[in-house]
Every structure is written in C-alpha cells, then in structure tokens.
C-alpha cells in the first residue's frame, strides 16, 4: 500500500506523519541557518510580488498579488519575532 493509495489519501497518511524539523522548545546554529534562509527567500518573493502587482493592470491579478505579498511578508515578521522570544529566553 503506497502513499498514494486510496486509504492513504483519504485517511491523509495519519498513520505515518511526516519528521518536525526541530522540537518547538529546541532551536540550534542549523536551525537559525535554515530561517535566515526562509527569511530572504520570503523577502524575495515579497518583492517580486509586490513588483507584479504594481506593473499589472488587471483589478483581480493585482489583488491577488498584493495578498501573496502580505502573506511573505507576515511569514518573514513571524519568524523574525520567533527568534527574537528565542534570544529574549536564552538571556
């Protein structure tokens, strides 16, 4: 029985979850490394993004991008104030 199985998909693989990157109350050099990279690929696509809805002309397409642009940017914010709690907890 594979992933894509019919039980599998209906029962959403509930029987295997997936590994956590790191425990929530354990943050360590690696795992910095891997948000500070998360981080300047959400600043990125924020900027492309926000890019896109300034050169488009279409009401719909330019809203749509606007939101996907908040949406990085709020992902970027949050991961931000995450470490910042970190650093507050490790002093």
């Keep these: 029985m594979g992933i894509f199985s019919k039980p599998a998909i209906k029962?959403?693989?509930e029987s295997a979850p997936g590994p956590e990157l790191f425990k929530s109350d354990t943050v360590t050099a690696r795992n910095?490394?891997?948000l500070s990279k998360i981080?300047?690929?959400n600043k990125l696509c924020a900027k492309m993004y926000g890019a896109a809805a300034a050169s488009t002309k279409l009401p719909d397409l330019k809203k749509e991008f606007g939101s996907i642009q908040k949406d990085h940017v709020k992902q970027a914010s949050d991961i931000l104030e995450?470490?910042?709690k970190e650093r507050e907890q490790a002093e």
Excluded: H, Q, R, Y
């Design 82 to 84: 995450f470490l910042k």
């Design 39 to 41: 981080m300047e690929v």
């Design 11 to 13: 029962n959403a693989n």
């Design 32 to 34: 910095i490394e891997d």
